[in-house]
């Protein structure tokens, strides 16, 4: 029904830039949160952003001052721009949303299928 469908994944060199985007789609009333993750290997699973519907945002220390999240409404979709790729930026990234699929619904969160971003030279 609710689907979030990750795309922008890639390799890149040290310093580069990458574009996730995270498309929801089916049955949506509302977007509340959105978030993004990512996993690397042998690491468990970290925050690396998040916006509320409000526009509230946040970052890890890690991506702080490189990373920019945002959101565009009207195209339920979310972003992470990441600029001055590092080596340790290499993981699978995850979109990760709180959506209500329709008027009355329950509030569910919803995962993307990951996108993998590898930064190598």
């Known amino acids: 029904q609710v689907q979030l469908v990750e795309s922008g994944g890639g390799l890149v060199q040290p310093g580069g830039s990458l574009r996730l985007s995270c498309a929801a789609s089916?049955?949506?009333?509302?977007?509340?949160?959105m978030n993004w993750y990512r996993q690397a290997p042998g690491k468990q699973r970290e925050l690396v952003a998040g916006?509320?519907?409000?526009?509230?945002?946040n970052y890890a220390d890690s991506v702080k001052g490189r990373f920019t999240i945002s959101r565009d409404n009207a195209k339920n979709t979310g972003y992470l721009q990441m600029n001055s790729l590092k080596p340790e930026d290499t993981a699978v990234y995850y979109c990760?949303?709180?959506?209500?699929?329709?008027?009355?619904?329950?509030?569910?969160?919803?995962w993307g299928q990951g996108a993998q971003v590898t930064v190598s030279a």
């Open positions: 990760n949303a709180d959506i209500r699929p329709f008027a009355l619904g329950t509030i569910n969160n919803y």
């Open positions: 089916g049955s949506i009333f509302s977007i509340y949160a």
């Open positions: 916006i509320t519907s409000g526009g509230s945002i």
